[in-house]
């Protein structure tokens, strides 16, 4: 009678036992292709590929959910691996246009993500679930591509960014300030997508007063928020390079155009300036409007700086075009979702920027530095800069967007790490600007 129960007792202690060795089986190792399988299971990712690369590391590649979507993204892991991670978060592609699939072997970084691999890190970078304005798609894809890694053993990650993406890594290291030790947002929008709709359409309807009822006035009726399919990039740029073209001749009225816009927008008064702002609102309008569902900005009631004229800017005042915010317009509250930064960020930052951009200009650099400062956080951040693309007067050459040099762009993340894992500092307001 005593045998059954016997038997009784020992088949749950044969159980636990057998639970407690497989509780003790070793961890995948991080990194490995097991680990990378159990990653992307837990994450959703499908169509996983794994390659083994020349120097012993691995490519991987699939498609990792974000959001409502599936997006493709690409990760190097070195042989070597330390446990750290690099992201990048790509910047603005045109409306229209198709996502670039990831590449393993390619970099769009200016050679941060070889550099970082080569030093032991992984280095991944993912597509949006859309093109064109694509903040919130950025932070959602970003976010996930942190998480894979994170649960392949990732033990510490950076985010970098570039133009847009600077606006998505700011909007990463302040939503998710447990996710990053260190943040490289390069020609970004630090200061918050209002902030560039603000200057792209302030430039947009001075430019409009300036040249109205000239032949360097836009189709469109001087209307800066109404697509018009007569208004191309092309004809942007043949109409400001005719402007420039006169203005270079001495033409009185040509000259006081430029002048006037170059003043009132805080804008060099070279065509690049002036045709980059402006093509921008044309080929990135639709798309803008149909995100947010409406303008976003408002400059009902701004009082546009000097022209040098106290006439005309009493004119510029009363009759440039202002742009309205209707009741329930809810654009406004989405730019600041995606994104208008707080400063409130736990991450090592460190920003750098052309002293002159035509599209994302360097006025953001100050304008974020005082945000952060408002927050009692200006310990965690650092601004450089880099001098920009020269002005060829006798061409349509002029400052360009994101003009860095590798050494340039490799240097700033050899800063950044030094500061996240060595506590060095680098030099707040340095020109960091390679020399020939």
Same mark, same amino acid.
């Given at each position: 009678?005593?045998?059954?129960?016997? =038997?009784? /007792?020992?088949?749950?202690?044969?159980? /636990?036992?057998?639970?407690?060795?497989?509780?003790?089986?070793?961890?995948?190792?991080?990194?490995?292709?097991?680990?990378?399988?159990?990653?992307?299971?837990?994450?959703?990712?499908?169509?996983?590929?794994?390659?083994?690369?020349?120097?012993?590391?691995?490519?991987?590649?699939?498609?990792?959910?974000?959001?409502?979507?599936?997006?493709?993204?690409?990760?190097?892991?070195? $042989?070597?691996?330390?446990?750290?991670?690099?992201?990048?978060?790509?910047? %603005?592609?045109?409306?229209?246009?198709?996502? &670039?699939?990831?590449?393993?072997?390619?970099?769009?970084?200016?050679?941060?993500?070889?550099?970082?691999?080569?030093?032991?890190?992984?280095?991944?970078?993912?597509?949006?679930? &859309?093109?064109? %304005?694509?903040? &919130?798609?950025?932070?959602?894809?970003?976010?996930?591509?942190?998480?894979?890694?994170?649960?392949?053993?990732?033990?510490? *990650? @950076?985010?970098?960014?570039?133009?847009?993406?600077?606006?998505?890594?700011?909007?990463?290291?302040?939503?998710?300030?447990?996710?990053?030790?260190?943040?490289?947002? @390069?020609?970004?929008?630090?200061?918050?997508?209002?902030?560039?709709?603000?200057?792209?359409?302030?430039?947009?309807?001075?430019?409009?007063?300036?040249?109205?009822?000239?032949?360097?006035?836009?189709?469109?009726?001087?209307?800066?928020?109404?697509?018009?399919? $007569?208004?191309?990039?092309?004809?942007?740029?043949?109409?400001?390079?005719? /402007?420039? =073209?006169?203005?270079?001749?001495?033409?009185?009225?040509?000259?006081?155009?430029?002048?006037?816009?170059?003043?009132?927008?805080? =804008?060099?008064?070279?065509?690049?300036?002036?045709? =980059?702002?402006?093509?921008?609102?044309?080929?990135? /309008? *639709?798309?803008?409007?149909?995100?947010?569902?409406?303008?976003?900005?408002?400059?009902?009631?701004?009082? %546009?700086?000097?022209?040098?004229?106290?006439?005309?800017?009493?004119?510029?005042?009363?009759r440039v075009q202002r742009i309205t915010l209707g009741a329930g317009d809810a654009s406004a509250a989405y730019l600041d979702a995606? @994104?208008?930064?707080?400063?409130?960020?736990?991450?090592?930052?460190?920003?750098?920027?052309?002293?002159?951009d035509p599209l994302v200009p360097y006025s953001f650099e100050p304008e974020f530095r005082a945000i952060v400062a408002a927050a009692?956080?200006? $310990?965690?951040?650092?601004? *450089?800069?880099? *001098?920009?693309?020269?002005?060829?007067?006798?061409?349509?050459?002029?400052?360009?967007?994101?003009?860095?040099?590798?050494?340039?762009?490799?240097?700033?993340?050899?800063?950044?790490?030094?500061?996240?894992?060595?506590?060095?500092?680098?030099?707040?307001?340095?020109?960091?600007?390679?020399?020939?």
């Amino acid at each position: 009678m005593t045998r059954p129960a016997r =038997t009784a /007792l020992l088949l749950p202690a044969a159980l /636990l036992l057998s639970a407690l060795m497989g509780a003790c089986s070793p961890a995948p190792t991080p990194g490995s292709e097991e680990s990378i399988g159990n990653a992307a299971s837990l994450s959703g990712v499908t169509g996983l590929k794994i390659a083994r690369r020349d120097d012993g590391g691995l490519n991987v590649t699939g498609m990792l959910k974000a959001g409502a979507a599936s997006v493709p993204f690409a990760a190097r892991v070195p $042989a070597n691996w330390n446990g750290r991670s690099v992201l990048e978060a790509h910047g %603005y592609a045109t409306p229209g246009t198709t996502e &670039k699939v990831p590449d393993p072997a390619a970099d769009p970084s200016f050679g941060l993500l070889t550099t970082a691999y080569g030093q032991g890190y992984v280095a991944a970078n993912t597509a949006y679930a &859309k093109t064109g %304005y694509a903040v &919130k798609e950025g932070v959602e894809a970003n976010k996930a591509l942190h998480d894979f890694l994170a649960r392949m053993g990732s033990k510490s *990650q @950076y985010i970098t960014g570039i133009s847009m993406g600077g606006n998505i890594t700011v909007a990463l290291v302040e939503k998710y300030p447990n996710d990053f030790v260190g943040a490289l947002p @390069y020609c970004g929008v630090v200061a918050g997508w209002r902030a560039e709709e603000r200057y792209l359409l302030d430039f947009r309807v001075v430019y409009d007063y300036f040249t109205r009822d000239t032949a360097y006035a836009l189709p469109g009726n001087g209307d800066a928020i109404t697509p018009n399919a $007569a208004l191309t990039a092309n004809v942007v740029t043949g109409t400001v390079v005719s /402007l420039f =073209t006169a203005a270079a001749k001495g033409d009185p009225k040509a000259l006081g155009i430029v002048g006037g816009v170059a003043r009132v927008a805080g =804008t060099p008064p070279d065509a690049v300036s002036f045709i =980059t702002p402006l093509a921008s609102t044309v080929y990135g /309008l *639709q798309d803008y409007l149909s995100t947010t569902g409406g303008a976003g900005y408002s400059n009902v009631g701004k009082t %546009y700086p000097t022209s040098g004229s106290v006439a005309v800017d009493a004119d510029l005042n009363a009759r440039v075009q202002r742009i309205t915010l209707g009741a329930g317009d809810a654009s406004a509250a989405y730019l600041d979702a995606n @994104y208008t930064p707080t400063g409130k960020f736990t991450a090592k930052m460190l920003s750098f920027h052309n002293t002159s951009d035509p599209l994302v200009p360097y006025s953001f650099e100050p304008e974020f530095r005082a945000i952060v400062a408002a927050a009692g956080n200006s $310990a965690n951040l650092v601004q *450089q800069t880099v *001098q920009p693309k020269a002005v060829d007067a006798t061409s349509s050459s002029g400052p360009a967007h994101c003009y860095f040099s590798t050494k340039e762009v490799v240097g700033a993340w050899n800063d950044l790490r030094g500061w996240v894992e060595n506590g060095v500092k680098p030099q707040d307001g340095k020109d960091i600007t390679s020399k020939p």
